[in-house]
């Protein structure tokens, strides 16, 4: 009898102290709390360094961001091609102003009527300052990421001045290994030798494209791997300041463009390109305003792609499909416009680098 009523005194007490919840076991609601008053991390800790060395793979959702992207960017080929040629427009830098400004009036209307928030938590929005609608801590914070955004504009405008279309293609397309180096140094993310060997087939596709414009000009070199570097940067700083600042991806955009912006303003006005712009004889054409608002809203679409393929998944993901974007602009204009002479190095080595641009697609659907 007493035996029997110790295992009944026992029974009820397990029953009554398995109904508390163990700490895996929290509710719902009581987790959610828990990692909302957490500040998002620069990397996520609960992989560590294995996760770095191995990589994740690619989420649907990183596949469509990738895609887009790739396919927003021929079509501004496109319309950028329309507007400086078809129309002779004689000032890029003014198109490139003229989408800075587009984009960031997009996103101003959109935050306005309250379509999208700038940051991960939108309760963090009554600290925004009224004029950036992002505080001044915030903005700064972005400042390296728009300031590395800037020289790669102004060096890539210089680095095709004194070097051959093939020859700035090639060495454009070694990027990938600025790339991987400067996320090794900036974040500490490591590759698999998968990823690794594809981005050398890249890299050696890209010079076996280039082998019969060989000339070397120191300068010219220089300013070409000076536009990779300051690339690798700026893609390597969209990850990080956007997990550390806590912005999303619209509103990485919008810091990006009231800092750019003004800059672009205050370079084109002292250089006289906005005087020769508002004098083009074209201006008011019906049809040169379509391409230019579509080029604008291409240039909207384009970044906001680029922000997310390169958080979703990563600067050297962004930086292939920059790569394979090239390759699928390549072989749309010589089908559809022809005029292009054939060089069987250069269609070996295209074909390389598309090879590898594959590969790479396919260990990182792996996960490698």
Known sequence: ??????????????????EVPRQRDLPGALAMATVKNQKLPVSDPSKGEESRSKGSAMTRKGAYAAISYMASAVLLIMFNKAALSSYNFPRANVITLFQTLCSCSILYAMKCWKIISFSM??????????????????????????ISYLLYMLVSMESVRSISVPMYTTLRRTTVAFTMTMEYLLTGQ?????????VGIIILGAFVAGARDL??????????????????????????????????????????????????LFLTSIRGDLEVALNFPHIFSPGFQV????????????????????????ALTQTICGNLKDLIT????????????????????QSLGFLGSCLYAYYKLKGE
């Open 1 to 18: 009898m007493c035996k029997r009523n110790v295992l009944c005194i026992y029974r009820v007490m397990d029953s009554k102290y398995s």
């Open 121 to 146: 938590d939108e309760s963090q929005s009554i600290t925004y300052n009224p004029a950036t609608l992002v505080p001044f801590k915030t903005l700064a914070q972005t400042l390296p990421l728009a």
């Open 190 to 198: 490591k590759h698999s030798p998968s990823v690794v060997a594809c």
């Open 215 to 264: 000339s070397f000009d120191v300068y010219a070199y220089a300013v070409v791997f000076m536009a990779n570097i300051c690339t690798a940067i700026y893609l390597a700083l969209i990850a990080r300041i956007g997990k550390s600042s806590g912005l999303n991806t619209f509103g990485l955009m919008w810091c990006n463009g009231i800092i750019c912006g003004p800059i672009l």
């Open 291 to 314: 391409v230019m608002l579509l080029s604008c809203i291409m240039a909207f679409l384009i970044n906001y792609y680029v922000f997310l393929n390169t958080t979703l998944n990563s």
């Open 330 to 349: 390549i072989g749309l204009g010589w089908l559809l416009f022809g005029g292009l002479p054939f060089d069987l190095l250069n269609v070996i080595g």
